[in-house]
């Protein structure tokens, strides 16, 4: 693991395999951290140089209260200026959820940069304006129930929700590693994370995904149907786009089956 300050922010990273010939870079959802990745990055071959980054408010990066250092505009400018630092210039962007959205945003601002981009369960935003209004809203009573309640009380809730159903059926193990990933974040870094790079606040870049010139594909859980929903209509706005659906999973394929998505995540970058 290591830090580097980045506009006074200190930002975490892992990397496996530095001497790797291709360099794969993992963006987690919220909730989550470089930790989410272990598994993953344990079934990817060694000349692949993989890197994780705990986005801002997440995991050991910094939490700042400034609202300003959470907007996607901002989240992305990061990233890229951490990329320059690492020297990465032709590499593979991997996103998971809310990661996957901050991954489509950097492939639409730095297209040239990348030479593949993996989408996980992602969406690229809300087109409706009444509807990103109500998002907006929703995620905003989040935050302020993680700030008032703390992160345990807000977890505890969080893991229930139906978009995790199916993470019920996971080993008691693994629930609890991921309940401890999830309990060891910052309240105010989650709580400012809905409040500026929620899906509703996001700039949406539905416009952009027919022009997405690098290889992409996007993965979804077959018991997952919104976000399947989502991938195909990304599918018929951009006929390039692989979309495969992982059988007997729900939306965190990374974390439901890992073996079968490092599967693809090889398959996608050798092609």
């Not at 200190?10 to 496996?16: F, G």
């Not at 990465?88 to 492939?107: E, K, N, P, W």
């Not at 495969?244 to 073996?259: K, L």
Request: overall charge negative; charged content about 20%.
């Amino acid at each position: 693991m290591a830090f580097i300050e980045i506009n006074n922010i200190n930002v975490h990273y892992e990397c496996w395999n530095e001497r790797g010939h291709e360099t794969i870079v993992l963006l987690h959802g919220f909730t989550g951290s470089t930790k989410t990745w272990h598994e993953v990055a344990a079934l990817l071959p060694t000349t692949y140089r993989i890197i994780a980054v705990d986005l801002i408010g997440h995991g050991r990066t910094d939490s700042p209260e400034d609202l300003t250092y959470y907007t996607m505009e901002y989240q992305v400018k990061l990233l890229h200026e951490l990329f320059e630092v690492l020297q990465l210039t032709q590499f593979h962007l991997i996103g998971y959820s809310m990661g996957g959205r901050v991954a489509l945003s950097y492939a639409v601002c730095y297209p040239e940069e990348l030479v593949s981009l993996i989408l996980e369960s992602a969406t690229p935003g809300i087109k409706d304006e009444q509807l990103r209004v109500e998002r907006q809203q929703s995620d905003y009573t989040l935050a302020r129930k993680i700030v008032q309640e703390g992160v345990k009380a807000f977890i505890s809730f969080w893991e229930n929700i139906p978009l995790f159903a199916t993470q019920k059926q996971l080993p008691a193990e693994k629930q609890a590693k991921l309940r401890n990933e999830r309990q060891n974040q910052q309240a105010i870094g989650l709580a400012n994370s809905l409040r500026m790079m929620g899906t509703g606040k996001m700039p949406e870049v539905w416009d952009h995904v027919a022009t997405l010139p690098m290889q992409t594909t996007v993965i979804t859980g077959e018991l997952d149907t919104k976000f399947i929903n989502i991938a195909n209509a990304m599918q018929r706005e951009n006929k390039r786009i692989h979309h495969i659906i992982v059988p007997s999973v729900g939306h965190a394929i990374h974390v439901e089956n890992s073996q079968k998505f490092a599967t693809i995540v090889k398959e996608a970058i050798s092609n």
